[in-house]
């Protein structure tokens, strides 16, 4: 039975190492539904975040299979469930907005006004896919313009549940 996954990858930066992380999981037929790399505050370490739907089965395998990547230092698995995760999301909402009841939902949930210009402002929200998704239902309607989601933020450590794996890694 299919769940949604969150792979999270420690990995030293090169070129072609996403190519070669997206490369595996396409082979597999996997369909990405979210995918974030960011540096890390050791220079040369990335971590990239993954979501995706796939069968106990076949994440394990994809996750031993990365491991082999020279690169790699470790691959965490867990549940979409099991894990922290944030995101931001982006508001295009017309100015009208300001003037409806609708207008408190901006409050209610947090979100801030970025951008403003002479006909629409930008509303940005950083916060739980649900938290994202009430806010959007609550704006959804005449003055809502457009939307975007990044993809998401997790509670991963750096270093890793046994605290010196990456340590051990570099070291060697």
Not at 11 to 26: N, S
Not at 109 to 136: E, P, R
């Amino acid at each position: 039975m299919k769940a949604t996954y969150v792979l999270t990858i420690k990995a030293e930066d090169r070129p072609g190492l996403l190519h070669l992380v997206t490369g595996m999981i396409e082979k597999r037929l996997l369909r990405i539904k979210s995918l974030s790399l960011a540096p890390t505050d050791i220079s040369f370490i990335l971590l990239i975040s993954i979501e995706l739907d796939s069968t106990d089965r076949e994440i394990t395998s994809l996750a031993l299979k990365l491991e082999n990547i020279v690169e790699v230092m470790q691959v965490e698995v867990k549940l979409y469930e099991q894990v922290v995760c944030l995101r931001a999301a982006y508001f295009k909402l017309d100015k009208g907005l300001l003037a409806s009841p609708q207008a408190s939902a901006l409050v209610k949930y947090g979100a801030v006004i970025v951008q403003m210009t002479s006909d629409n402002f930008l509303a940005a929200k950083y916060g739980s896919d649900i938290a994202i998704l009430n806010l959007y239902n609550e704006l959804e309607g005449p003055h809502l313009l457009g939307f975007i989601q990044t993809g998401f933020i997790t509670d991963t450590n750096l270093i890793g549940e046994d605290e010196s794996s990456v340590i051990n890694r570099l070291a060697a």
